[in-house]
């Protein structure tokens, strides 16, 4: 079980509307935050330029995270994948990992 501020171990991708259309200042901003907060009971980082409220949120039963994040462009997406363990995502990558969580960063028009 993790605890609050611990990081996951993990292997991260970013789809190419992500990596072409958030600034990487931005893109670091979202990778801390993502590190910190997600988690398996939370798979799910939503950065939403459109919200309003000052604070993040939770939602579907504390799955979801919400960021209010009103300079970004467009609304992004961190998901957190979980494999059954470490071999089979070591097949899906092609190369040896000691982790069987991946998480994608994308727009949400990628989702």
């Known amino acids: 079980m993790m605890h609050e501020g611990e990081s996951l171990n993990a292997l991260l991708f970013m789809t190419p509307g992500f990596r072409d259309e958030v600034t990487s200042d931005k893109q670091a901003v979202i990778f801390a935050l993502t590190q910190c907060k997600i988690n398996p009971l939370c798979d799910f980082l939503i950065f939403d330029p459109s919200r309003t409220e000052r604070k ?28 059954p363990d470490e071999e ?17 960063f994308m727009l949400a028009e990628e989702y």
């Open 88 to 104: 089979s995502l070591s097949d899906s990558v092609g190369y040896l990992v000691s982790t069987k969580f991946v998480i994608i």
């Open 56 to 83: 993040p949120f939770y939602e579907d039963d504390g799955r979801s995270l919400i960021f209010p994040y009103p300079t970004l462009q467009k609304k992004v997406y961190a998901k957190l994948d979980q494999y």
